[in-house]
Structures are given as structure tokens and as C-alpha cells.
């Protein structure tokens, strides 16, 4: 931490340097949930990085990998719920695979349905797909908060091996990544505006909203709408005439 000494850190958390080091180097043992807290306090972290804290120091150094890691599938029901909606709405799982989408989505994002089943992944499109890189007006944001997620989920799913190999791909063909994942920064993605910049419709602000699905570990809904009357929802609406129905879910 810039500006911060070890020792210093350790004092604000009221824990010893040696057994903060230990911390740092995950040779502390069980630690207790005090000190993590402490540490959070005495670090200034917010929730999501609090939170990612915690699952760190509960992994366990040299625990064998599960092959597969934490695989996720689209409950048939979520599927046509997305087909439902007259809005872009698509499903992610914690690494970012897409695993339903609906036909709003596909036309204003990417058409998912032309993808082999293995690059519907919106992390991999938004570092590696330059057609999609265009439809974000604020590209290096959108970049930035889909890193921050990705650590989030790394922190309680080491194990996935799926997650490792994207990590590892992404950090071969994108200096962009590489660059943004040294930064160690996690954040969670709740709600905001995103501006996009589409070749059919122009630009358009759409309002997003992220709703985490409990009954599906690490699975979250993105919806996106316009402000009615709007120029953005009059975009939407000639989207909405756009292409064959993009629904589908991910085998």
C-alpha cells in the first residue's frame, strides 16, 4: 500500500508485524475474523473489498483444484424470463461466461448466438472483440469494472480452473489486461449509466441494474432500460425491430 509501511499497517490493525507479514505472505494459519476486520478498518476497504478479504484468507495454500472449478448453467425458467423482457437483459456467471441472452441484448451488444460456445465470455469479448470495444463510449471504464468483478469472483472460486485459463489467455493477447489485473482492485457491479455508441441507432444512455440470483451461486441478471420518452428509448425501440430472436442458452 503506497504511503503505508508494514509496520505502520500493523499497528493501525493492533496485531504484530510478524504475524501481519505471516498474513501477507498466507502463512497465518486459521485467522481470526478480528483481525480481518481489523486489517479491513486500519486498510479503509470498502464492502466488496472487505468481502474479498475474507474469501482470500479462507483459501487454503495448496488446496488441489477441482477440474471445472465452479461450473454454472441457465435454469430453462431464466431463459424464458430474458425472452420475456422487452428490454437488453443477459445472464453472466462469476467469471463472465454469458449463459443466456436476450434479443435486445444481441443487438446492442453482440451477437452472441454466432459465437462457438467457448467465447461467450464478456470479459474475453470486451479485451478481444474490437466490434464491441466500439460500443462502449468509455471503454477503459467498462474494462476496468469487468477486471474489478473478475477479482471479486477469484477470490471465492480460486478453484475454477476455467476462471485460471481465461486469466491466462486474456493476459497473453491483452497488455490492456495485464495492466488493469496488476492492479489488484475488486469491486462489486450493483447499478449506473453506461453510454454506448452503436452503428445502426448512434449513441444512446442506458440505465443498468445488476440482480444477483440466489438461488444461483455467482450468477447475476443484467438489465439495462432507457428513460421513457428519451432519445435513448427511441434508439431501443428501433433496436428492438432489429435481427431474428438472439434468446439462447449457453450448453
Request: contains cysteine; glycine residues 8%.
Amino acid at each position: 500500500m503506497p504511503g503505508l509501511r508494514r509496520e505502520e499497517l500493523a499497528l493501525l490493525a493492533g496485531v504484530s508485524v510478524a504475524h501481519y507479514t505471516r498474513l501477507e505472505q498466507g502463512n497465518a494459519g486459521n485467522v481470526s475474523a478480528e483481525v480481518l476486520d481489523a486489517v479491513a478498518r486500519a486498510l479503509r476497504l470498502s464492502d466488496a473489498e472487505h468481502e474479498h478479504l475474507l474469501h482470500l484468507a479462507r483459501a487454503r495454500p495448496g488446496r488441489k483444484k477441482k477440474r471445472g472449478g465452479c461450473p454454472t448453467t441457465l435454469r430453462p425458467a431464466l431463459g424464458t424470463l430474458l425472452g420475456s423482457l422487452d428490454v437488453p437483459a443477459y445472464v453472466v456467471d462469476g467469471r463472465t461466461d454469458i449463459l443466456g441472452w436476450n434479443r435486445l441484448a444481441a443487438a446492442l451488444l453482440h451477437d452472441f448466438g454466432a459465437l462457438p460456445p467457448r467465447h461467450r465470455n464478456f470479459a474475453r469479448l470486451v479485451f478481444l472483440e474490437p466490434a464491441l470495444r466500439t460500443r462502449y463510449v468509455d471503454w477503459e471504464a467498462k474494462a476496468a469494472e469487468t477486471v474489478r468483478a473478475l477479482r471479486v469472483y477469484a477470490g471465492y472460486c480460486s478453484e475454477d480452473t476455467g476462471l485460471t485459463a481465461l486469466i491466462g489467455e486474456l493476459s497473453l493477447h491483452s497488455e490492456d489486461f495485464r495492466r488493469l489485473w496488476a492492479a489488484h482492485e475488486v469491486r462489486d457491479l450493483s447499478h449506473g449509466t453506461k453510454a454506448f455508441r452503436h452503428p445502426l441507432v448512434g449513441e444512446l444512455t442506458l440505465s443498468y441494474e445488476t440482480l444477483r440470483l440466489p438461488d444461483d451461486p455467482g450468477q447475476s441478471l443484467f438489465v439495462y432500460h432507457a428513460e421513457p420518452g428519451s432519445p435513448s428509448a427511441e434508439a431501443l425501440r428501433l433496436l428492438g425491430s432489429w435481427g431474428k430472436d438472439a434468446t439462447a442458452v449457453r450448453g
